[in-house]
């Protein structure tokens, strides 16, 4: 079966700090893997996606992820964080039998102290 | 234009009422969606349209409605709706050419059935 797993129902940072956010996937082939931010009261951003090609993948406002096949993993990295960056943020995989539906992982909440 | 608008923002209803979603976008995507999202919790893929077209229903209850007037528009019609229907509903769309096409979200509308 396709999924995507966020372990972290929440992670917190100080502002400053490099921030991680996990995302496994299981799917067979190879994954389109995306990553979605969601601000409270609002819909979800787009912030980066893989398809192929380079394994680290540069998105909006500073973030990255670096996919890994070997560990089916495609975390989201910022090198400094912000307090604005504090959000709901969603990993997702294509689904492999219907290219318009996209699988979510559960999200994982971001808290960007000062 | 970039953005994919939905009206109202908010909407609270009778459950004997009808009442009506909007969703617009200019980006001359062929795919249109309809999600469902709980609090905290990701969206739940509700219908599909590409090329005015349904093409996805994810076992929906009759009480929504989808349509699809042009390539532009997309509504969708609810009646007679439970206290649990209360959610942000979430339209998206996506060139939809090939499956590594982002999804654009709009803002949501925020439904309340009493």
């Known amino acids: 079966a396709q999924s995507v797993a966020q372990p972290e129902d929440q992670v917190n940072v100080a502002e400053g700090n490099p921030l991680t956010v996990k995302c496994t996937y299981s799917?067979?082939?190879?994954?389109?893997l995306f990553w979605y931010v969601q601000y409270p009261n609002r819909g979800l951003q787009f912030l980066l996606k893989?398809?192929?090609?380079?394994?680290l993948v540069k998105g909006s406002y500073g973030f990255e992820a670096e996919f890994n096949k070997s560990q089916t993993s495609f975390h989201l990295k910022k090198p400094s964080a912000l307090v604005s960056d504090s959000a709901l943020y969603f990993c997702a995989v294509r689904d492999m039998y219907n290219t318009d539906k996209l699988i979510f992982g559960t999200g994982t909440r971001l808290q960007v102290f000062p | 234009d970039t953005e994919v608008t939905q009206t109202p923002k908010h909407l609270v209803m009778g459950m004997t009422n009808k009442k009506s979603l909007k969703c617009e976008q200019h980006m001359g995507h062929r795919a249109m969606y309809w999600y469902k999202q709980k609090a905290k919790k990701p969206p739940e893929l509700m219908f599909v349209?590409?090329?005015?077209?349904?093409?996805i229903n994810e076992s929906v209850p009759s009480r929504f409605s989808p349509e699809c007037p042009n390539s532009s528009l997309l509504n969708l019609h609810l009646h007679a709706l439970q206290p649990e229907d209360s959610a942000l509903y979430l339209c998206?769309?996506?060139?939809?050419?090939?499956?590594?096409?982002?999804?654009?979200f709009g803002p949501g509308t925020r439904l309340t059935v009493l």
């Open positions: 349209y590409s090329y005015e077209k349904l093409s």
């Open positions: 998206a769309s996506s060139q939809g050419l090939q499956g590594g096409d982002e999804q654009f």
């Open positions: 893989y398809i192929t090609g380079d394994n």
């Open positions: 799917v067979s082939g190879n994954p389109y």
